[in-house]
């Protein structure tokens, strides 16, 4: 199966930081998201982004899929953007729908 | 409306017990998945359902019986559960590939603690 890394693992940050947060996959694929888990368990899909660059606010992010690796840009950090940040490529299982790998996450705190 | 249901919020069992989780989604997707995250891990994916029919299976044991009545609806049956299956299970749906994203939305879980 696909190999995710992520990094990295932790980052603590005060109010108003920019961050990066990288992501590594092994194989090539056809399917790449990034989610935000809050505090209460909860996934929110943040980019679909198999490949290029798409911004959403203070969020972008860039996919280089030829040379396998992901970019979430975090700019102006709020305390509401603490959480884990996981990447998920995926690959066509042939069925029309992908199942995605996450990758271990990136454990972000944002400090007033 | 990008709402994923799940039902209960939290479900405590015996190792004897037979239980159900419900998922449902009223998007009209037609790929819905189950994925199962224990504490402090990512997620991990067990099954995906694609126009209703089983289409990936992670290996995952028999006592988890997963089960797709319509577009709408995904379930997944347990029986005779361990402690070690104790966890978040996550629901999620998206529209298949065949359509220009695959956007995975996810239903809040249900925490399932079995004893």
């Known amino acids: 199966g696909i190999q995710v890394e992520q990094s990295p693992p932790d980052l603590i940050l005060q109010e108003g930081a920019n961050s990066t947060l990288r992501c590594n996959f092994s194989?090539?694929?056809?399917?790449l998201q990034w989610f935000h888990q809050n505090p209460w368990g909860q996934l929110i899909n943040l980019f679909y982004?198999?490949?290029g660059t798409k911004q959403n606010g203070r969020l972008s992010a860039t996919t280089v899929a030829t040379e396998r690796y992901s970019l979430l840009y975090i700019s102006s950090s709020q305390t509401t953007d603490s959480g884990v940040y996981f990447c998920?490529?995926?690959?066509?299982?042939?069925?029309?729908?992908?199942?995605?790998?996450f990758g271990k996450g990136t454990h972000l705190i944002i400090q007033p | 409306d990008t709402e994923v249901t799940q039902t209960p919020k939290h479900l405590v069992m015996g190792m004897t017990n037979k239980k159900s989780l419900k998922c449902e989604q009223h998007?009209?997707?037609?790929?819905m998945y189950w994925y199962k995250q224990k504490a402090k891990k990512p997620p991990e994916l067990m099954f995906v359902?694609?126009?209703?029919?089983?289409?990936i299976n992670e290996s995952v044991p028999s006592r988890f019986s997963p089960e797709c009545p319509n577009s709408s609806l995904l379930n997944l049956h347990l029986h005779a559960l361990q402690p070690e299956d104790s966890a978040l299970y996550l629901c999620?749906?998206?529209?298949?590939?065949?359509?220009?994203?695959?956007?995975?939305?996810f239903g809040p879980g249900t925490r399932l603690t079995v004893l």
């Open positions: 998007m009209g997707h037609r790929a």
């Open positions: 982004i198999p490949s």
């Open positions: 359902y694609s126009y209703e029919k089983l289409s």
């Open positions: 999620a749906s998206s529209h298949p590939r065949d359509t220009n994203t695959d956007t995975q939305y």
């Open positions: 998920a490529p995926g690959r066509n299982s042939g069925g029309g729908a992908d199942g995605l790998t």
């Open positions: 194989d090539s694929v056809n399917n």
